[in-house]
């Protein structure tokens, strides 16, 4: 199972990023994919997270409404659209899969290996 995620950068406040997870070696299509985050000093967050079909979508609340995530099953990537970016944001961002739709970082097995956002004037 491998998990690549990307599109992490410097961005301003209130810009726009969309990071990428590319995955392989696994029945895409069976596995919830969710977009986890830490930053330095800070415990792992749930950001947001996408069932199976993609159909289903769980965010959290720092981020409800101002970021999107989406399920390609034919290329097997999820993206993670974010938009009003703040501050609060920096944080290397994680994706990871698993069979269970959770937001809670101990339900998934299989994590790629985070890309940095940073957020600054």
């Known amino acids: 199972v491998q998990l690549q995620a990307s599109g992490g950068g410097l961005v301003r406040p209130g810009g726009s990023l969309t990071l990428s997870c590319a995955t392989s070696g696994f029945i895409f299509d069976d596995y919830a994919i969710a977009w986890f985050r830490q930053a330095p000093g800070k415990e792992r967050e749930g950001v947001a997270c996408v069932g199976s079909s993609g159909e289903r979508k769980y965010y959290g609340d720092s981020v409800k409404g101002r970021f999107t995530i989406s399920k390609d099953n034919a290329k097997k990537t999820v993206a993670l659209q974010m938009n009003s970016l703040k501050p609060e944001d920096t944080a290397i961002y994680f994706c990871?899969?698993?069979?269970?739709?959770?937001?809670?970082?101990?339900?998934?097995?299989?994590w790629g290996q985070g890309t940095q956002v940073t957020v600054s004037s």
């Open positions: 990871a899969a698993g069979p269970t739709f959770s937001n809670i970082a101990s339900d998934y097995e299989n």
